[in-house]
């Protein structure tokens, strides 16, 4: 499968790009594959395949609400440093202003 661009992705699903200061059109999508990090956000990142999509549920949403602050910034931060090329939250879930802020 050749690269798709991020851009695209959002405008054909309809998706709303929550992180307006990050310049997505040169994000490409290159696995077709998703993820739902379940796992990651318990913090088991052996094997995570970085490259795909990763969609937050309303499980792992609800996971990452309980989580306490300090053990969210260990996450988010773990999480974002590998460069995922999106997050798509399902359901019209509002991710949590600190997911936001490590996003940037």
Known sequence: ???VA???VVDKLKLKNL???INIENIKITQPDINRPA???AGFVEHFE???VQVIGFVE???MNSLSEERKVEIYSQLIEKQIPCFVFCRDLEPDPLFIKYSE
Do not use: S
């Open 1 to 3: 499968m050749g690269a």
């Open 6 to 8: 991020l851009t695209d």
């Open 19 to 21: 992180t307006p200061d």
């Open 39 to 41: 796992l990651q956000l």
């Open 50 to 52: 970085v490259t795909r």
């Open 61 to 63: 949403y609800t996971y």
